[in-house]
């Protein structure tokens, strides 16, 4: 997934979530609902970012789970280049060049597939029958 695309990406439960007395409460494979906030890289080499957060999961009584963790990239910035190409030639004076430099733009941040959100809590406490 990039900062540039927008497509929905998904994400499931990776194990178990197990009582303190060895219940299973979330099953492996439960989908999780996801918020994605992305910013398309921009002008004078400002890069994208993306953070998919998690909102909530569903226990295996049915009930939804709300869930607090993300995680996020961000893309390479090109505004050392961008500004020293409008300082080395001339800012704007050159024919045929213009403002160019301000149309270069800095890299979309990535985040790979099967990324895993290392660090997930549960927002409430939850009884589960």
């Known amino acids: ?25 979330i099953k492996r494979g439960t989908p999780v ?11 004078v080499g400002k890069p994208g970012s993306v953070t998919v957060k998690c909102v909530s999961t569903n226990a295996v009584d049915g009930q939804s789970i709300l869930l607090e963790g ?12 961008s500004s020293g190409l409008g300082v080395g030639l001339g800012l704007t004076f050159l024919p045929g060049v213009g403002f160019a430099f301000l149309a270069i733009k800095g890299e979309q941040a ?6 895993i959100i290392p660090t997930v809590f549960v927002m409430n406490d939850y009884s589960v029958e």
């Open 1 to 25: 997934m990039t900062s540039k695309n927008e497509g929905s990406p998904s994400a499931i439960v990776e194990n178990d979530v197990k009582s303190k007395d060895g219940r299973v409460l």
């Open 33 to 43: 609902r996801l918020q994605i906030d992305r910013q398309k890289a921009r002008g």
């Open 70 to 81: 993300s995680v996020s990239g961000e893309g390479n910035d090109k505004k050392g280049l």
């Open 110 to 115: 990535v985040i790979e597939n099967n990324t």
